[in-house]
Antibody, heavy 118, light 106 residues
Framework: QVQLKESGPGLVQPSQTLSLTCTVS????????VHWVRQPPGKGLEWMGR???????SYNSALKSRLSISRDTSKNQVFLKMNSLQTDDTGTYYC????????????WGQGVMVTVSS | DIQMTQSPSFLSASVGDRVTINCKAS??????LDWYQQKLGEAPKLLIY???SLHTGIPSRFSGSGSGTDFTLTISSLQPEDVATYFC????????FGAGTKLELK
């Protein structure tokens, strides 16, 4: 069945770089898009960016200067890197997927909590 | 960028009530509006996609309507398990979430 699982460090120091991995199963990264979405504690959802099925990327304009999304199709993994982290980057980070033709996000990972603190 | 204004932020209703939640887009998003339910401590779950299509396994008491800039999620008869926060998401141009509606039982 379709699964997405986020992994990465739970604690990052301010000004450092966050690196997260989304490992997927049950579908191909060359057929589906993978998104990153985050949620500060007790707050709403923010779309961060997307890796398309063909390798193209797009980013939230507010995060574009700090964010990079890449992938390794042989390992079924999508990566997020975001630099210059601050305390307001604390939150739960989700990877999700959509099918290009339809465009709606249908499956979500369980999320990984990231705390930015010294 | 498209902005999504979701209302109300908080809603208290009784079991059996009809509940409506609204999302307004800052520009025309055609039919490309989805609704998600998020229970405490869980990832969001897709309820409705492209305005009014019910996702697989979602009870028929959930429905969506609207077009252009104004959209509504309706729960026809509120059940205790519907207590959650609900979000809208536009995917017509980029992706933008609404701020959420927290639904509680009265």
């Amino acid at each position: 069945q379709v699964q997405l699982k986020e992994s990465g460090p739970g604690l990052v120091q301010p000004s450092q770089t966050l690196s997260l991995t989304c490992t997927v199963s049950g579908f191909s990264l060359t057929s589906y898009n993978v998104h990153w979405v985050r949620q500060p504690p007790g707050k709403g959802l923010e779309w961060m960016g997307r890796m398309r099925y063909n390798g193209d990327t797009s980013y939230n304009s507010a995060l574009k200067s700090r964010l990079s999304i890449s992938r390794d199709t042989s390992k079924n993994q999508v990566f997020l890197k975001m630099n210059s982290l601050q305390t307001d980057d604390t939150g739960t980070y989700y990877c999700t997927r959509d099918e290009e033709y339809y465009g709606f996000i249908d499956y979500w990972g369980q999320g990984v909590m990231v705390t930015v603190s010294s | 960028d498209i902005q999504m204004t979701q209302s109300p932020s908080f809603l208290s209703a009784s079991v059996g009530d009809r509940v409506t939640i609204n999302c307004k887009a800052s520009q025309n998003i055609n039919k490309y509006l989805d609704w998600y339910q998020q229970k405490l401590g869980e990832a969001p779950k897709l309820l409705i996609y492209n305005t009014n299509s019910l996702h697989t396994g979602i009870p028929s008491r959930f429905s969506g309507s609207g077009s252009g800039t104004d959209f509504t999620l309706t729960i026809s008869s509120l059940q205790p398990e519907d207590v959650a926060t609900y979000f809208c998401l536009q995917h017509n141009s980029g992706y933008t979430f609404g701020a959420g509606t927290k639904l509680e039982l009265k």
